[in-house]
């Protein structure tokens, strides 16, 4: 096989055989492992690795897609093990529309309906979750989100992008997400630059310590530029006290970004809980965790497109806008670190207007709902004892039955609940103390499956202490 060229009937024939093979994966689904029961690295290395074929295949290389669909099945409605959204299927079907279409949604000349359609989903996510007014771009994920948000806050507070790095203090939750110190080592600013606060029972960042640590820094002639509240930490799911961050930020001149990759959009459900947000310069967010798109689609929402611009306008000759007029002349990359850049927009534009938003609230109350469900199903049992707040989807606990060491038990739970594969679970540690956790983010997912965790954590460690 040598041309790359596929005549429209063969495309047409292997579309109906991926929508055919994905509709039967998608009706089994509930019923199916949640995780390959025995899975091991030895078993995908032999089905997955190989020579790079000098000659193709052709249509038999989608003989083995069953495989591939065998080893992961995070859209099961059992996989509680991160914060990572089910993939509904019309945002799939958007995946595969935008791949065919292919075009570089960078600027309005190089994909008019695409960098139209990405401004109108921007709008729609803002003005969904408190924020009308925020300009913004979609992103890769939360992680270059957060990149993206602190570069747009080093260039506020300490200009570096002439000159170089002149040093900045970043605040954030002990809690917060291990992207914020790898953007500030990615920015030059390092680890050390990171002031991590101490948390309260709820696990939200104390404003006492954070307006103390400022104070601190100040004295010592340091210079503070950003506060990063979470709206929404990956492992408790806890939510800062964002007015009180929105407060300090405003008396002492900071930026105020907020992680809200995980909790953002359950600002649909529970807008009371996010109060202060939409007073952040700068904000994250991710629609294939609570929008239950397939990855990978964040969004980065701003209050001022020119904190985006100074910080990632970088336009050469070869890009440069031949038109005065706004729309046909916008870029994307002109507020953006990417140049090149995928029709991310279409699978939540069609998404979106497939279901409309009053859907996507209804799945995301639901989720929350269901992690009360668990969390008063631990409480209810007495092997079992719970040892974080919920607030949000994550619930974290652990087995509590034992005279032995709890952290070695409830390690070898895990891996047993992993190995029995009916529900997948991941693992956090709180207090110093090892624990299992589940995560809801899934609209496939009822109140059954999620009593099964507790069942399934029961029932391995019934075989693990035998």
Partial sequence: MRSLIL????????????????????EKLPNLPSYPPGVSGQQTQALFTGDLPLEGIGAAAFADLERVFNYARPS???????????????????????????????????????????????RWLAEAIGCAGFSGSLTLGGSSANLMALCMAREAKAPANQSGVRGGVIYCSAEAHMSIAKAAALLGLGHDSVRKIAVDEAFRMRTKDLRAAIERDLREGKQPIAIVGSAGTTATGSIDPLDEVADLCAEFGLWMHVDGAYGALAALAIPDAFRGMNRADSLSLDPHKWLYQPAGVGCLLYRNPADAQRAFSHTGDYARSLTNDPIEGFAIFEESMELSRPFRAL???????????????????????????????????PHLERLAPVALSAVCFRFKDSNGDLDVLNQAILQRVTQRGRVYLSNAVIHSQFVLRACIVNHRTTEDDVREIVAEVLAAAGEVQA
């Fill in 7 to 26: 005549p429209a009937g063969a495309f047409r024939a292997l579309a109906h055989h991926i929508s055919d093979f994905t509709a039967d994966y998608l």
């Fill in 76 to 122: 099961s409605p059992r996989f509680f093990g991160y914060v990572f959204g089910s993939g509904e299927p019309i945002s799939a079907l958007g995946d595969f529309a935008a791949g065919v279409l292919n075009q570089n949604a960078t600027a309005w000349r190089s994909a008019p309906a695409g960098v139209t359609i990405e401004r109108t989903v921007v």
């Fill in 347 to 381: 699978k939540l534009w069609m998404s979106l207007r497939y279901f409309g938003l009053r859907a996507f609230q209804h799945s995301i109350a639901e989720d929350l709902e269901l992690a009360q469900v668990l969390a008063r199903a631990i409480d209810a049992e």
